[in-house]
């Protein structure tokens, strides 16, 4: 029943920019957690940014002055804007929603285990 349908990505030059956006239906809570999430290739999947339900956001240090999150609470979607991309930024995100979630610690980038439903992932593709 609860659903999250992402959109955008694509593929870039370096130091160009995207917006990823993550739409949550079939659930009716006021607030919630959520993070967006990359999978690298060959790599693990990592958190990227969160946002709790207090709507304090946390950046994974790789990303901090160039990644945006914004939460439209009234239509539950949530954005990432992604400036200045750099080639490792590459990879496969996913956003993710956490639906009794209250607060992440100060500076906490979520985990993929603290994540109950997930977006369908969309590919982000940044070329030298």
């Known amino acids: 029943e609860v659903e999250l349908v992402q959109s955008g990505g694509g593929s870039v030059q370096t130091g160009g920019s995207l917006k990823l956006s993550c739409s949550v239906t079939?659930?009716?809570?006021?607030?919630?957690?959520m993070g967006w999430f990359r999978q690298g290739p060959g790599t693990e999947r990592l958190g990227v940014a969160g946002?709790?339900?207090?709507?304090?956001?946390s950046y994974a240090e790789s990303v901090k002055g160039r990644f945006v999150v914004a939460r439209d609470n009234a239509k539950n979607i949530l954005y990432l804007q992604m400036n200045s991309l750099k080639v490792e930024d590459t990879g496969m995100y996913y956003c993710a929603a956490h639906f009794f979630c209250k607060s992440y610690a100060r500076g906490y980038v979520p985990s993929p285990e603290d994540l109950h439903y997930w977006g369908q992932g969309t590919q982000v593709t940044v070329s030298s």
């Open positions: 079939g659930y009716t809570a006021a607030t919630y957690c």
């Open positions: 946002i709790d339900a207090d709507d304090k956001i």
